[in-house]
């Protein structure tokens, strides 16, 4: 079965504080894998997309990296700011069936002061 | 803003009635994608159009359907309703399969 598993399911961190989310998945075949950044109440916007060939892909202050091998990939955020505070998606392209979707739950992250 | 635009904003109803939201894709966009996401849910993928034709199908509800207009809007068309149904109904549209969506700012659907 598909499936897109990310931790933590929410984090709390002081801003200026860097912080890495995870995201392990069993979607075969593998296709590419998405972060998207989502403010409560808006659409999620995209951050990275990283194929089977990418290990690295920065955007900004956010860092994602990939491990086709191990089937993981983590989201690091440095120097946090409270803007950063909205849920974080990982979303896993393949499975079967040409462009299906399967997406992680999120994890929420709040930035304080 | 992405582009993409999605009406109403906000759409409260009562349960058994039916309703239609529209979504108008970037421009040059051939796909679109219909999500649902309840409160405190992930997001869930209904269905997909790509020009025209139903690509793909989630977990859409028999009540519910959707289609692609030749000018390339979509609109989900939600019947019967339920006050489950409540949530907000995002569409995405991308240039093409596997390329990345770009999401609207979601219907929020209320059903008292």
């Known amino acids: 079965k598909n499936q897109v598993e990310q931790s933590p399911q929410s984090l709390i961190i002081l801003e200026g504080k860097n912080c890495t989310l995870q995201c392990n998945y069993t979607v075969s075949p593998f296709s590419n894998l998405r972060w998207y950044k989502q403010d409560t109440g808006r659409g999620p916007v995209s951050l990275t997309i990283?194929?089977?060939?990418?290990n690295t892909k920065s955007n900004g202050r956010y860092t994602a990296t990939l491990d086709a091998d191990t089937k993981q990939s983590s989201l690091h955020i440095t120097a946090s700011q409270l803007s950063d505070s909205a849920s974080y998606i990982c979303v896993v392209s393949g499975g079967g069936g040409g462009n299906k979707l399967t997406f992680g739950t999120g994890t929420q992250l709040k930035v304080e002061l | 803003d992405s582009g993409v635009t999605q009406t109403p904003k906000h759409l409260i109803t009562a349960t058994g009635q039916r309703v239609t939201l529209r979504c108008s894709p970037r421009?040059?966009?051939?796909?679109v994608y219909w999500y649902q996401q309840s409160l405190d849910q992930g997001l869930q993928f209904l269905i997909q159009?790509?020009?025209?034709?139903?690509?793909a199908k989630g977990n859409i509800l028999e009540r519910f359907s959707a289609q692609q207009f030749p000018d390339l809007h979509s609109e989900l068309n939600l019947s019967s309703l339920e006050l489950g149904d409540s949530a907000l109904y995002f569409c995405?549209?991308?240039?093409?399969?596997?390329?990345?969506?770009?999401f609207g700012p979601g219907t929020r659907l209320t059903v008292l």
């Open positions: 159009y790509y020009n025209g034709e139903e690509r």
């Open positions: 990283m194929t089977f060939s990418e």
């Open positions: 995405a549209s991308s240039v093409r399969e596997g390329r990345a969506q770009f």
């Open positions: 421009s040059g966009d051939l796909s």
